[in-house]
């Protein structure tokens, strides 16, 4: 009979999704249409923090990334903006869901990946919104969206 006492150990995912699902009747769907447009969005201003229930506004918060990127852009011009608040505007009157996710990583595993820097501090953006992309694409043809999500 042995004495050991086993090990607790601690596992941290170095990748975290959150995931919800808005349905286009709520007033989170056309909340977040009329927020997309607001004079505010279109200035450096100081951002109200109850309005970082959107994917969008959680990626605008300048301490979580630099910019708003799509699947085709890194940072969007004020016409790609309208365009994208064109687009939400049509999936809300085709009755579509919205889904906002937000991808959150752990500083040690971005380390390890070669993403993050923890002595400079430095974050290769790019590949971290590339790296993103492939995994959107990826849940969406898992899901069996990827059509209908462009």
Do not use: C
């Not at 709520?26 to 109200?48: G, H």
């Amino acid at each position: 009979m042995s004495n050991t006492v086993p090990i607790q150990s601690s596992v941290t995912p170095g990748v975290v999704l959150k995931t919800k699902f808005v349905l286009p009747g709520s007033d989170a769907f056309q909340n977040y249409i009329e927020y997309v447009d607001r004079e505010e969005a279109k200035s450096e201003v100081k951002l109200n923090p109850k309005m970082f229930e959107t994917y969008q506004d959680y990626m605008g918060n300048p301490e979580k990334t630099s910019a708003l990127f799509t699947e085709h852009a890194n940072r969007l011009s004020e016409s790609e903006k309208k365009s994208l608040k064109e687009m939400f505007k049509t999936a809300h009157e085709n009755g579509s869901i919205m889904w906002q996710d937000v991808i959150s990583f752990h500083n040690p595993w971005l380390e390890e990946q070669g993403i993050y820097d923890g002595k400079t501090k430095t974050l290769d953006e790019k590949k971290l919104m590339d790296v993103t992309r492939l995994a959107m694409k990826e849940m969406q043809k898992r899901e069996g969206i990827e059509k209908s999500s462009t």
